[in-house]
Every structure is written in structure tokens, then in C-alpha cells.
């Protein structure tokens, strides 16, 4: 707790709520009500048969020294009993009902209390919460968020209103007012209310004057990249928060109602009809951009048969998924093999079962790899061909598929080996000697250009650069001790 001076002791006499765990703070807006005696019990000052007492916790004008330590030691909803010393209370002076150098008793009970910032520091922004908002979540800059704003004169009359806007925070879309809604939004949650007090010296563009704004943010935007290769083709916008942590996992029944359709410049399709579709995640019976969904969480209470059996009925998914040239998909179905087949998994298997598993899950990389390069995903393809080129050393097409990804990455040099290997195993091989020859010249074409890169520092490609570009370098003298 806030340690408290000597002269000030205090006595809880009613606990705050559990669930009242934040204490205000210097600068803070509190609510009291309060009953002040002298030490004979005789009452001097109470608030119990009026309205309770606000102020700004921090301001000595406004309330007695010993309240500045005691209000900031309680949370919303307690009462407490402060025994204050003369020098925490009215001092030598006294008061009204107070003698000179009176040792005085509060009985406090703090009804509410809202946290006020000065946004930058200098007194012209002040934000007090209202409303304290739910959840955990608050938007960062650049996020998007649904916001409503007013801000009004001290007689009432509306200078500003954006009664439901969606707002990009850093994005100036609300002029003058842009820098303090933004410094206010990146510390609130969702429902938040705060009013802003502009201080007189606040620029908005007018005539100087004392403004008051209301800011509330009903709503935070999450964005988030779908699509396969995080390349921002398929984008999801969360514009309600939905219950729980969980999300949809492959292979869950899905209940979905689907809203509302709309083309590139976001009007809505006419002849879209809103509908509820019912599927199971990962299996493709709906769209790409509907099947988004994490990968299961595979029990540790099913056997390694049933494990194997399950592999079985997803590769088959994706061999479905294949075919249709839905690759992101495919893949992802091929990955959940080789992730339901793990070596712990294949090792606890016997006999002809462990071999056909272990031929699955090797099947399932292959495939994975082809899907991979369709969607130009390079390096992960050549990472799937390697996974069972460690268990396989000559698979032709493990051999094939990691030339075509090396291709994809320039490695011009890996790849010219791999279709060498390949046709070392199958010397007619067709596809393999197109793959060499497109190397072979994708590397001849990549050598002629660093040469050209090379002569230009040389004086711009001339004759003596040329020259130099492809002469050889001479031999160094050896040096003898």
C-alpha cells in the first residue's frame, strides 16, 4: 500500500469488493463521502445528508493534507477511518468547528474515482475515464477501431460531432482533433467512455476557448493476414469480438450464417442472399476464404491405429483438394499428415501397419512439396522435399520437386545438381533435362549480368573494363621465408 506519515493512522472498516482491485492516484477525479469528529466524538463536518464530494486528488486547496495519503491507500467501495494529527488536519490555525492543534477523525467511504491524464504533459489535454471499458484488448497505432466523438462548448453548443466512425488511428482523418483522440484510444478498451477537457491554449483552429469532447470506442478492428503466403490477398476483419480464446479447429463441425457479399469497391451484391452454411473445417465443402481454421490439437487418448486412420481419411482430403487445384488448401491437409504421423507416433506402430504409415507420411510430404510450388512457397517446398530425402537418398521425385524449388530460388547451381542426380537414376528422364537446360541458361543469363555489373564499375562497360571483366586474375607470388 501507500505508505502513510505517522501522523496518519487508518482503520478499514468496510473491505471494497474483490473485484476492486485499481487505487486512484495523484491527479486522479475521486467521489467521497466523509463524517469528520473531533476527539470528543462531537461531529464537525459530514457529507452523509448531502451530495458526496468531488475533487482532484493532488490539489491541497480542495481537501485536507491527510486526504492527499489516505484516498490513494483505497480502492472504489471501501470505508476507512483516518486518525489525523494536527499538522496532517487544520493545523495551529483550526477551523470553523475545529480548534487550533486538534487531532481530528474521517470516516471515508470512496464511492468512485476516474483516471485523469495530461495527455502531453502540458495541461492542454486533460482525459478523465468516465466509463471504464471490458477486456483486455487496445488498438495500437495504425489499427482501425469504431469511435463516436463530440466535442461541445461550455455552454453546450456542438463544435465537432462524429456520431459512428471508422477510424485508422494515426490517420488525421479527424483534423485538429486527431492527436488527442489517438493518444486517448492506444489506452482504452472496447465501450470506453472519456471526455476530453481542451485547456484554452489548445489550437483547433478557432477562437480560444475552454472545450469539452466525448470519446467512445465501441469497437476494435482486427486485421489479420490469411492467406497462405502472408502476402495480404486474403484479409479477415473482425468487426465483433467473438466469446472464448478458442478458434476453429481443423476438422470441427461449423455452424456459419454469412451476412452479406460485397465486390472490390465494397458495395453490396444485390443478388446475394444471407445464408447459413454448415460444414466440417478443412474437408473444402466451402470457399477458400470461409475455411479458416487452426490445426487440430490431436488427443494423446487415441491409439496409433486410430491416429493412422485418421492420416489416411486426410490424405485422402487432400488428394480431393489437389485435384480441384485448390492448393493452399491441399497443403494444408498434406501438412496435418505429417504432423499426426510423428516419429513417436509411426515408432509405436508394428509390422505392416508402421510401414504403411511411414509410406504415407512420405507420400504426404511429396505431395505437400507439389502443392508448394504451385504457390510459388519455395522454400518450404524445398524444406518438404528434404524431409524425405532423409529417409529416402534416391527419391526421384523428392530429387525432381527440390530442383524445381531451388529453381524458384535462384540456386541455379543446386538446382543443375538435382536434375543431374535424377538423371543419373533415370537417364530419360523428359522433365529433368527441360528442367537442366531451363537452369543452364537461367545461370548463364545470371552470369552475363553480374559481368555487365561488373564492367559498369569499371568505367561504364568499356573496352579496358571488358577486358578486365573477363580476364583472369594473375597468379600470386608465393611468398618464401
Keep these: 500500500d501507500f505508505p502513510l506519515p505517522e501522523g496518519v493512522q487508518k482503520e478499514i472498516l468496510s473491505e471494497a469488493p474483490t473485484s476492486e482491485w485499481a487505487k486512484p492516484r495523484r491527479g486522479d477525479e475521486v467521489t467521497v463521502h466523509y463524517t469528520g469528529t473531533l476527539e470528543s466524538g462531537e ?8 451530495e458526496p464530494y468531488t475533487f482532484i486528488l493532488g490539489e491541497e486547496e480542495k481537501a485536507v493534507r491527510a486526504w492527499q495519503f489516505g484516498i490513494p491507500t483505497m480502492r472504489k467501495g471501501e470505508v476507512a477511518k483516518f486518525k489525523v494529527a494536527p499538522e496532517f488536519a487544520y493545523g495551529s490555525d483550526g477551523a470553523e468547528k475545529v480548534p487550533p492543534n486538534s487531532t481530528v477523525t474521517y470516516e471515508i467511504e470512496l464511492v468512485k474515482w476516474m483516471p485523469r491524464v495530461d495527455l502531453f504533459s502540458d495541461g492542454t489535454i486533460i482525459k478523465t475515464v468516465v466509463l471504464e471499458g471490458s477486456g483486455w484488448k487496445m488498438p495500437r497505432m495504425r489499427d482501425e477501431v469504431f469511435i463516436s466523438l463530440k466535442v461541445e462548448k461550455t455552454d453546450g453548443t456542438t463544435v465537432y460531432e462524429e456520431k459512428s466512425l471508422e477510424y485508422v488511428l494515426g490517420s488525421d482523418l479527424l483534423g485538429p482533433w486527431s492527436k488527442a483522440v489517438d493518444r486517448s484510444l492506444v489506452s482504452m478498451k472496447r465501450d470506453e467512455i472519456v471526455t476530453l477537457h481542451f485547456a484554452k491554449t489548445f489550437d483547433c483552429g478557432a477562437d480560444p476557448e475552454e472545450l469539452t ?10 486485421t489479420k493476414d490469411i492467406s497462405y503466403k502472408k502476402e495480404k490477398t486474403l484479409l479477415k476483419k473482425q468487426v465483433v469480438e467473438g466469446q472464448g480464446y478458442e478458434m ?3 476438422g470441427s463441425s461449423v455452424k456459419l450464417r454469412v451476412e452479406e457479399a460485397m465486390d472490390s469497391s465494397r458495395t453490396a451484391i444485390p443478388s446475394f442472399q444471407p445464408q447459413v452454411l454448415e460444414f466440417v473445417a478443412g474437408e473444402g465443402e466451402v470457399a477458400d476464404v470461409l475455411e479458416n481454421f487452426e490445426s487440430a490439437k490431436h488427443s494423446f487418448s487415441l491409439s496409433p491405429e486410430e491416429k493412422m486412420e485418421r492420416a489416411a481419411a486426410k490424405k485422402e482430403t487432400g488428394t480431393k483438394l489437389f485435384k480441384a487445384q485448390r492448393w493452399a488448401m491441399a497443403a494444408k491437409s498434406y501438412q496435418a499428415v505429417s504432423e499426426m504421423l510423428s516419429y513417436v507416433v509411426v515408432s509405436e506402430l508394428q509390422g505392416d501397419v508402421r510401414s504403411s504409415a511411414e509410406t504415407l507420411k512420405l507420400t504426404s510430404e511429396l505431395n ?12 518450404e517446398a524445398k524444406a518438404a522435399c528434404e524431409q524425405v530425402l532423409g529417409q529416402q537418398k534416391g527419391n526421384l521425385k523428392a530429387l525432381f ?3 524445381q524449388a531451388e529453381l524458384g530460388l535462384n ?12 538423371l543419373q537414376l533415370d537417364a530419360e528422364n523428359r522433365d529433368a533435362k527441360l528442367l537442366l537446360r531451363q537452369a543452364a541458361a537461367a545461370q548463364k543469363e545470371s552470369t552475363k549480368k553480374s559481368k555487365e555489373v561488373y564492367a559498369s564499375m569499371f568505367g561504364g562497360g568499356g573496352a579496358d573494363a571488358k577486358a578486365i571483366a573477363g580476364s583472369k586474375p ?3 607470388e608465393e611468398l618464401r621465408p
Design 43 to 50: 461531529e464537525f463536518d459530514s457529507t452523509r445528508d448531502k
Design 213 to 222: 469532447g466525448t470519446l467512445t470506442l465501441h469497437q476494435i478492428y482486427e
Design 248 to 250: 476453429c479447429k481443423d
Design 368 to 379: 505437400s512439396a507439389a502443392c508448394l510450388l504451385k504457390l510459388q512457397c519455395f522454400k
Design 401 to 403: 520437386r527440390r530442383a
Design 411 to 422: 540456386n541455379f547451381a543446386e538446382c543443375i545438381a538435382d536434375c543431374k542426380r535424377v
Design 474 to 476: 594473375a597468379p600470386r
